[in-house]
């Protein structure tokens, strides 16, 4: 056996043991970090679920220098994967319009139509002469025969 490999092997106990000291404590910080980063809670949890699942896969690697990097490491990774997962699912609910066709807006009917334009040539025959003659003139010109006010 290798001396290198050997004194891996050693350490294997004492790492495991230093891991299995921090990772319960990173649980609160990978939750907040993640809530901060994804903006939904139940995404949040479930990614923190993932995040410890896979941290336990490092538990016999005796070469971690910082437990806390590691998990902020495999949050973002995750992070990313979901955002990837999440715009392909977009992507895939996506319907182009020139598919669709143009779509007919619905008609009101004719007596309801009918019953607007009456109501409305009542409001203006009691609100038009009650405006200065020069304010009715510039309505008159905008309103009625399209020009504008420049």
Request: glycine share 4%.
């Amino acid at each position: 056996m290798d001396p290198a490999d050997l004194s891996r092997t050693m350490r294997r106990p004492e790492a495991r043991a230093l891991f299995d000291a921090a990772v319960p404590g990173l649980r609160r910080d990978c939750l907040r970090y993640l809530r901060r980063r994804v903006r939904h809670a139940d995404v949040a949890e479930d990614l923190t679920q993932e995040t410890r699942v896979r941290l336990m896969s490092y538990r016999e690697n005796p070469d971690i220098e910082s437990h806390t990097r590691l998990m902020y490491r495999i949050a973002q990774n995750l992070i990313i994967e979901f955002r990837r997962a999440r715009g392909r699912r977009q992507a895939a609910q996506h319907v182009c319009l020139d598919d669709a066709g143009m779509l007919p807006a619905p008609l009101a009917p004719v007596e309801e139509v009918v019953e607007m334009r009456s109501t409305l040539v009542a409001v203006l025959a009691r609100g038009l002469p009650g405006l200065p003659a020069k304010c009715r003139q510039a309505f008159e010109l905008s309103r009625f025969d399209g020009l504008t006010y420049d």
